[in-house]
């Protein structure tokens, strides 16, 4: 944890001998707002001074800096629970801080502890009636932040108290999604133990064309300017044209994962754009465990099944100098 309850505290490493003082100086230098100030260091009698002895507006909202850009329309609440001070929390709650506001960036105090972990903080917001499907501007809900971050206590917890399993963002992800791009078995296990959907997100082809076009985002990249998305099968095509990328082979998938899918339902038989089953993506792989094809083979997964080239689980394996039969 970050700062702690002080007149002289600790914060990010620096002593303050008056929270108030100190406080009351980044305003005067035009930096941040005092109360928001107070709750983001947490000097729980700072903000107790401020609020009881000279009417300060625990929903009023203020600009701080985290560390990074400074954040704008952002309240006390917020402030206090991003960096994790339980106490300062409790109080401004107690004084009839809303847990439902949002910040400037459609961040509720409830998303930013989903995110950041602070389970001690998650269910004290809870408790107080903050709502657990908020969603931010992209549609991201409290458990999607959880499921990403891997944090499992805090993924138990929402799900007990009733979070929407199979919540989309504006993208058609879900919470399951969401720990899948991370590699969090557990989180998985429990997410599909309360029956989340494993269904695709809103971004597939049907017979060579895009359902859902993504939106078009345009990236600043310092080394090579702006770049786009590639966003269609033709620009896509264009691309793999590149001589030589440098592009990573993608890693190969864990064992555990696999099996979880298999016991779950999942085809080990479903193909590709190109063919290709789950027995030809691992065959490409430098490294093809064999724990993985036994688990594929025992679900019902041909090795004589051919992919649009023609090419088999064996062909494949000798394209990369393995005989089938090691």
Known sequence: ????????????GQTFPSGVKYCVERVKEGRD???????LLGHTNCVRILVE????DVEELGSVSTGGPLLSGVSPLWCAAFEEHYWVVAYLLSKGANPNGDTSFYITP????????YFHIVRLLVEHGAYIDAADNRAVTCLMLASFGGHLEIVKYLLEVGA?????NIEGESALHACAKEGHLEVMKLLLEHNAWMGADYFWYVNGELIHPKTQDNFSCPSDGDFSEVNTLEELEKFEEIEDP??????????????????????????????????????KNEECPKGIVDALLSRGAHLDAKNGQGQ?????????????SQ
């Open 1 to 12: 944890m970050a700062a702690r309850d002080c007149n002289g505290c600790k914060s990010h």
């Open 33 to 39: 707002s005092i109360l928001c100030t107070a709750a």
């Open 53 to 56: 002895y000279r009417g300060a």
């Open 110 to 117: 409830l998303q930013a502890v989903c995110e950041l972990g």
């Open 164 to 168: 929407d399993v199979n919540s989309k």
């Open 246 to 283: 440098d592009l990573p082979m993608p890693a190969t998938p864990r064992a555990e994962v696999v099996n979880l899918l298999l016991e779950t339902g999942s085809d080990p038989s479903a193909t590709d754009n190109e063919g290709n089953t789950p027995l030809h993506a691992i065959a």
């Open 312 to 324: 088999t689980f064996a062909s494949l394996r000798a394209d990369q100098g393995q005989p089938v």
